[in-house]
């Protein structure tokens, strides 16, 4: 199946700094990326959608100039938190969908980024 | 109308029982169906997903039975095995879009 991969698994940040986060499409194009914030216990909580080549799409109530997406290629999407603070601590998990006979709806999850701001 | 249910939020089985998790969701525009299987510090993992145009649909020891009219589908895990503990998550989406998920079930399979 379509790997997804997020590098790096877990960070550890002060607070006032920058975080970035990867996400890559190992073996297929990805016009599409989504990330996600899930806190412990809960569902997964969409923050924006990231299409290649053009700006991200947030969801209502998601800062578009805290979280910042990049979407450069068809298989690297990219989010940084800026200025983080503890309450961004969570863990962030991407998808990516791909394209295909019968698939077209599919997404594949990354293996999420644990984010703790101290 | 974006809304997915899920229930149980909690499950315990018995290993060798049956495990069911329920979802209804509003959107009659919905057309994917996907279960998501997550484990404590992993990401999402798909696990079966079913279209509208079928009932059922059968991969191993996973079912999902969908049934339109009421607007409900659900998992149906057989012979539950310990490895099985874990969150699931149904989800539902039309035209590749966002996916809209439920709550989640946190299954534990006791041996």
């Known amino acids: 199946g379509a790997v997804v991969s997020q590098h790096p698994s877990r960070v550890i940040c002060k607070s006032g700094t920058s975080v970035k986060i990867e996400c890559r499409s190992l073996?297929?194009?990805?016009?599409?990326m989504f990330w996600y914030r899930q806190f412990p216990k809960q569902s997964l909580m969409l923050m924006a959608t990231?299409?290649?080549?053009?700006?991200?799409?947030?969801e209502q109530g998601v800062e578009k100039d805290k979280f910042l997406i990049n979407h450069a290629s068809l298989t690297l999407s990219t989010l940084t938190v800026t200025s983080a603070h503890p309450e961004d601590s969570s863990f962030y998990i991407c998808s990516a969908r791909t394209r295909g006979a019968g698939s077209y709806n599919e997404q594949f999850f990354g293996p999420g980024t644990r984010l703790t701001v101290l | 109308q974006q809304q997915v249910k899920q229930s149980p939020q909690s499950l315990i089985v018995q290993k060798g029982g049956i495990s069911i998790i329920n979802c209804a969701y509003e959107?009659?525009?919905?057309?994917?169906f996907p279960w998501y299987q997550q484990f404590p510090g992993k990401g999402p993992a798909l696990l079966i997903a079913i279209r509208p145009d079928v009932s059922e649909k059968k991969e191993g020891r996973f079912t999902i039975s969908f049934n339109k009219s009421a607007k409900q589908f659900s998992l149906h895990i057989m012979d539950s095995q310990p490895g099985d503990s874990a969150t699931y998550f149904c989800a539902a989406n039309n035209a590749g879009n966002m996916l809209t998920f439920g709550g989640g079930t946190r299954l534990m399979v006791k041996p």
């Open positions: 959107n009659t525009a919905f057309d994917y």
């Open positions: 990231s299409n290649e080549g053009s700006k991200a799409t947030y």
């Open positions: 073996d297929f194009q990805a016009t599409t």
